[in-house]
């Protein structure tokens, strides 16, 4: 028999505000409850001269388990992580794993070059690489006052 320590709900005004206030700006507030079943793998962007690099950590998925995807503008991420199966003799104390289907979205900005986005995946961690097209500056000229 696991002992959990037992900690009163207090009455407090005060305490119920704060409640409140954190269900505002906690991350599940104003979501159905199966939304608790989804999640979003951090991602970094990070910019040079000459590309954009997203990186996601995913770990616990394979290169099947991913979806990497082009169109009009808009790059997205999309993947499912898979519910290990439970036995029933199965005692979990703590469990902040989360599982189900995700999806990223990212505008791409108009400078970049679509056709040439290379993904990798490897150690759990997804990097894609997004080239940049090199800004061409109109000349400047002078015009001719007739």
Do not use: C
């Not at 979990?92 to 990798?120: C, D, M, W």
């Amino acid at each position: 028999m696991t002992l959990i320590k037992w900690v009163p709900r207090s009455t407090s005004i005060i305490n119920d505000m704060d409640n409140m206030v954190s269900d505002v700006f906690n991350n599940n507030w104003n979501f159905p409850v199966r939304a608790k079943t989804n999640w979003s793998p951090p991602v970094d962007v990070k910019e040079t001269d000459d590309s954009f690099t997203l990186t996601a950590d995913i770990a616990g998925l394979t290169k099947k388990d991913l979806n990497v995807n082009v169109s009009d503008g808009i790059i997205s991420i999309s993947g499912e992580r898979k519910f290990e199966n439970e036995k029933e003799n199965d005692n979990y104390h703590y469990r902040e794993r989360q599982y189900g289907s995700f999806l990223r979205t990212f505008n791409l900005p108009e400078t970049v070059k679509e056709e040439k986005i290379t993904a990798n995946f490897k150690n759990g961690i997804l990097s894609i690489e997004i080239p940049k097209e090199e800004v061409v500056f109109p000349k400047e000229r002078q015009i001719k006052i007739s």
